[in-house]
């Protein structure tokens, strides 16, 4: 049975990627877990993630037109199983 793990994550910054062209627009995306203090209340998401995922980073390259559907300072989810 395979397991997913989800992260909550905010999105820190889209910016133009050094790399990028006119032919192959791209830019740099950086998330951050989220972060609250342990408030007990199971219905605080952001507590909740927080308990289990206090620390993470995730920086990747999307095409532009992409990367321009994130708005910054908004949460995400991002799930981690296994490819086969």
């Not at 219905?43 to 620390?55: Q, R």
């Amino acid at each position: 049975m395979p397991h997913t793990i989800r992260c909550k994550m905010i999105c820190h910054h889209v910016l133009p990627h050094e790399y990028s062209n006119a032919d192959n627009p791209m830019s740099k995306v950086r998330f951050g877990a989220v972060y609250s203090p342990d408030t007990g209340n199971p219905d605080d998401e952001n507590a909740v993630f927080g308990k289990y995922t206090p620390y993470a980073s995730f920086d990747a390259s999307f095409a532009t037109p992409v990367a321009e559907k994130l708005t910054v300072g908004s949460a995400y989810y991002v799930d981690i199983h296994l490819a086969e």
